[in-house]
C-alpha cells in the first residue's frame, strides 16, 4: 500500500511497498517513485469520498492496472479522510496469464472446430491440400506447404503464404534430401524446429517472394493408418522460433488434416475401384447389327446409383447369317447387391454363349450355376435370338418367368408373344416355351422389366402403369426405330411416376428396318433409315 496527499506526495507505505517501490519514501514525489500509470491514476482522482474516486478513476479513462518490476499489478483507491488516497496493489500476473491462457486456448479450440468442419466437409484429396495449407498459413505460419505422398516420382505439394491463395504443383524431388521431410512423409514423429537448419530448405519449398526463413517446423499428416502427408510450417526471418507450445499445437491441427485427406485419398482410391466395376456391370450401348436395329435403355431405382438388378446384353452373332442372342433380364431386389448377381448371370449367359442356338439348355445349365452358388436371390429372363432374313427379321423368344414380350406391328396392333417359363434359382428344373415371331419392315419386338408395368404414379399417384396401358403407347410407336421407341417407353414411365420411388426400369427394341442403307462396315455404326 501506497498513500499519497492531493498534491501528489507520498506520506506512507507498508513493508510490501518498500519492497516493490524503494523510491517510494515518505515525502517523495508519487510521479518520481511510482510507475506512470499509477501517477496518472492519482491525478485523475479530483472528487470527495471512496466511490467519488474510484468513479473518478474509471471514467477518466487512465488504466488501473500496469506493470511494476516485470509484474502485472492492479491499483485500488481509497479515498480518506483527509484527502489522501491509499492506494492498493494486488499482483495479478498469475490471474492475468492464465486469463490470457484459457483465451488463448479457447482461441484454438475455436480454430481446431472449424477446421474439422471445414476439412470433413469435402471428400476430395486436392480441396482438403488447399484447405490445410491455406488454414496453416492464417493462423500458423507465414506460410504454409500441404504435400502428399509421392505419385509416381512427383511430390504433390500445395503452397500457400498468408494472405493468398493455395497454389499445387507437382515437385520431382527426394523428400529425403530435406532434413524431416522424408520421415514425416513415412509418419515418423516430427524433428523439433530447433533442430531443424532453416538455410537447407530447397528451393521449391520457399514460396516466390517469400524471403528469408527464420524458422521451420515439418510435421506428419496421420492418416487412418497409413501416413496421408507432411505439413510444413514457414515462418520468415525475425518473425520468431516456433516455441514447444506452437509446434504441439500444430500437430494437433496436422493430426485433423491428416484424418481429412486420408479419408478423401480413401474416397478416391474406392470410387476408382467402383468406376471400374460399374463399367463392366452397366448395360452396353446398343447398335445396329447384322442389319438388326437394337436399342436399349436402363433406369436404376435411385437416381444416385449407376447399377442395379435388371440388365440386358446383346451378343453378336460370330458367324454371318447366325443369329445375335438379346438377354434381358430382373434379379429379385434392387442396388449393390442385386448388381452383383446381375454381374454373375451377364458372366455365365456369356460364357453359354456357343449354346445359344438352345435357349432351354442355356436356362437349364444357368439354373444350376445359380442354385449351386447358394444365392438366396432368383431372376427372371427372356431370351430372344435375333436374325435377318431378306428384309425380315426372324425372332425366337424364350420367357423365363419373365414379362411376356410383345410386337407392334405395322397395322398398329400390339400383340403379346406367346412363350412364358419358370423363374431361374429358385427351382431345380426350369421349364419354358419357345416362340418365334417375324418382324416385317417397321414392325419392332419389345422387351421389358416389370419396372415398367409396376411403376406406380398416375393422377392420383397409387396406380401401377400395367401391361395394357403399356400396349396403347406402343400402339403409337408404329414405324419408330428401336432408339425411339424405348426413349418413348421410359420417357412415359417417367410422366406417370411423376417423381415417386421406383424399381429399376428396363427396355429392349429389336426392330426391322424399313430401307436399310449401311454407313458402315459390318453394321457397327448406326444406318440410315427413311420411310
Known sequence: MVVADPTGIVVQRNDAAQALLPAARPGARLADAVPRWLSAAHRSIRLPGPRAANEAADESGVPLSGVIAERRFEAHPSVRD??????????????????????????????????????????????????????????????????????????PVVTCLRGGTPSASQEAVDPDEVPGLGEALRGFPPVPSRWIDPSTAPEWMIPEGFGPIGAIVITPLPGHGVPAGA?????????????????????????????????????????????????????P??????GVDFAGSYRPSADHERVGGDFYDVHPATVEGEPSLVTLGDVCGKGLEAAVLTGKIRNTLHALLPLADDHQRMLSLLNTA???????????LVLASAVREGNEVLVRLTSAGHPTPVIIRA?????????????????????????????????????????????????????????????????????????????????????????????????????????????????????????
Not at 505460419?141 to 500441404?146: I, N
Not at 478416391?268 to 452397366?282: F, G, K, S
Not at 450401348?285 to 447384322?290: F, K
Not at 452358388?373 to 427372371?380: E, G, I, K, L
Request: hydrophobic letters at 45%; charged letters at 20%.
Open 370 to 380: 445359380l442354385l449351386s452358388s447358394h444365392h438366396t436371390r432368383f431372376a427372371t
Open 231 to 283: 505439413l510444413v510450417l514457414l515462418r520468415k526471418e525475425g518473425s520468431g522460433a516456433f516455441t514447444e507450445q506452437e509446434e504441439i499445437f500444430a500437430r494437433l491441427f496436422a493430426a485433423r488434416s491428416g484424418a481429412a485427406m486420408s479419408a478423401a485419398r480413401l474416397y478416391a482410391e474406392q470410387t476408382e475401384i467402383t468406376e471400374v466395376l460399374m463399367r463392366e456391370l452397366l448395360p
Open 82 to 155: 483527509d484527502g489522501t488516497v491509499a492506494w492498493w496493489l494486488v499482483d495479478d500476473t498469475d490471474r492475468q496469464l492464465a486469463r490470457e491462457a484459457l483465451h488463448m486456448e479457447r482461441e484454438r479450440t475455436a480454430f481446431l472446430a472449424k477446421a474439422s468442419s471445414i476439412l470433413l466437409s469435402s471428400l476430395n484429396l486436392g480441396r482438403c491440400m488447399d484447405v490445410t495449407a491455406q488454414m496453416a498459413a492464417e493462423n500458423l505460419a507465414d506460410a504454409a506447404l500441404a504435400i502428399a505422398p509421392v505419385r509416381g516420382r512427383r511430390l
Open 411 to 531: 397395322n398398329g396392333t400390339v400383340e403379346a408373344a406367346d412363350t412364358h417359363g419358370t423363374l431361374v434359382g429358385a427351382l431345380p428344373d426350369v421349364r419354358s416355351s419357345t416362340a418365334t415371331v417375324t418382324l416385317a419392315p417397321g414392325e419392332s419386338c419389345v422387351l421389358y422389366t416389370d419396372g415398367i408395368t409396376e411403376a406406380r404414379g398416375g393422377p392420383l399417384g397409387d396406380s401401377q402403369f400395367g401391361e395394357e396401358r403399356l400396349k396403347r403407347a406402343l400402339a403409337g410407336c408404329v414405324g419408330m426405330p428401336a432408339e425411339g421407341i424405348v426413349e418413348h417407353v421410359q420417357m412415359l414411365a417417367s410422366q406417370w411416376l411423376a417423381g415417386r420411388r421406383h424399381d429399376d426400369m428396363a427396355v429392349v427394341a429389336i426392330s426391322a428396318p424399313r430401307t436399310h442403307h449401311l454407313s458402315a462396315v459390318n453394321g457397327h455404326t448406326r444406318g440410315r433409315y427413311t420411310a
Open 285 to 290: 450401348a446398343l447398335h445396329q447389327i447384322s
